[in-house]
């Protein structure tokens, strides 16, 4: 059986990480301790227990029960799912700012222009060759992703010319936000598709897809913590706005804020913009059908509407 890449919306990702009603959201990286090799399940983390229950397939944490249980265990407070409810448990992270998988950037990009088919183009930037300056796409003289995740866009409806520049003098006109402000006001009717090719959340995968690993060599513990759970881990601290604890000062408002220029800020939304897209890999190699047949077990999960459902492992917002 081949499995296809399809990238999800927001609204796709809203549907996945709701349960009964409830938004599944994480806001925390406490849970994981890296420094101490420790792991905590804490509400809100990246193994949150009362969105995703146990990590393991067949016990809870402490290991006191090892089976599918109604209720969490009274040591660890981690219920355990069965295998079917365990692989729907999905949860998101929501950012403070919109991002464009880049697997999807041929397609915006041809949106870009339809939007803009009759609109003179002007770019401004430092020298004429895009390609030098990293700002260019497969063609050397093409916009690239660059361009849409840093640049500020200006669109004057009397002489129907849209300026895009690399030189920042009003943030809330740059990248996707302000291309948005631009369509919402000129060209209403592509506001819809325009919004389902670009993101605010960024779907977590279950749990159960992601133990941790605890292993003992010469009398010390040891723990494994899975990728996937580390690069949630870090999206939490460097985007997420509620992630406030601790005194590593990266939280993104507290950055934002030391930030002096509204060029710096934009800079610093566009790195990690670009953080985002560098760390897409891990979560499509986990659902390759040839790691443990995951891929197939996927096929298998049953949704809350009880069809059937065969694209929970095409559908990735990573």
């Not at 081949?2 to 009964?20: C, F, P, Q, V």
């Not at 949150?48 to 089976?67: E, L, N, T």
């Not at 941790?212 to 870090?234: A, C, E, P, Q, V």
Request: charged share 30%.
């Amino acid at each position: 059986m081949g499995i296809s890449l399809e990238l999800l919306t927001d609204e796709d990702i809203l549907d996945y990480s709701r349960e009964a009603g409830e938004d599944h959201v994480l806001t925390s990286k406490s849970d994981l301790n890296l420094k101490y090799d420790n792991i905590r399940p804490i509400v809100g983390g990246c193994y949150d227990p009362v969105i995703f229950g146990s990590p393991f397939a067949d016990r809870c944490i402490c290991g006191k029960i090892r089976q599918p249980s109604k209720s969490p265990c009274p040591n660890c407070g981690v219920r355990v799912y069965s295998k079917e409810e365990a692989l729907r448990r999905f949860a998101r992270i929501e950012l403070p700012f919109y991002y464009l998988n880049d697997l999807r950037f041929d397609i915006f990009k041809q949106k870009f222009d339809t939007i803009f088919k009759d609109t003179k183009i002007i770019l401004n930037f430092s020298g004429d060759d895009l390609k030098r300056l990293g700002y260019s796409a497969r063609g050397a003289k093409k916009m690239g992703i660059k361009v849409f995740d840093m640049c500020q866009f200006d669109y004057n409806p009397d002489t129907k010319e849209l300026t895009v520049s690399e030189f920042i003098t009003d943030e809330s006109k740059c990248s996707y936000e302000g291309i948005m402000k631009i369509i919402e006001e000129y060209f209403p009717e592509h506001l819809t598709e325009y919004k389902k090719l670009i993101n605010r959340y960024y779907l977590v995968l279950p749990a159960v897809m992601r133990p941790f690993t605890l292993t003992y060599r010469d009398g010390k513990k040891l723990m494994g913590t899975h990728k996937l759970s580390i690069w949630y881990s870090s999206i939490i601290w460097l985007c997420c706005v509620e992630d406030k604890k601790g005194a590593d000062k990266l939280n993104y408002e507290t950055v934002m804020e030391s930030l002096k220029t509204p060029g710096e800020r934009v800079r610093y939304t566009a790195l990690l913009r670009a953080y985002l897209n560098a760390g897409k890999k891990e979560a499509t190699e986990l659902l390759n059908t040839s790691k443990e047949n995951l891929a197939r077990e996927l096929y298998a999960v049953r949704t809350k509407q009880n069809f059937w459902y065969v694209k929970v492992t095409n559908r990735l917002s990573t």
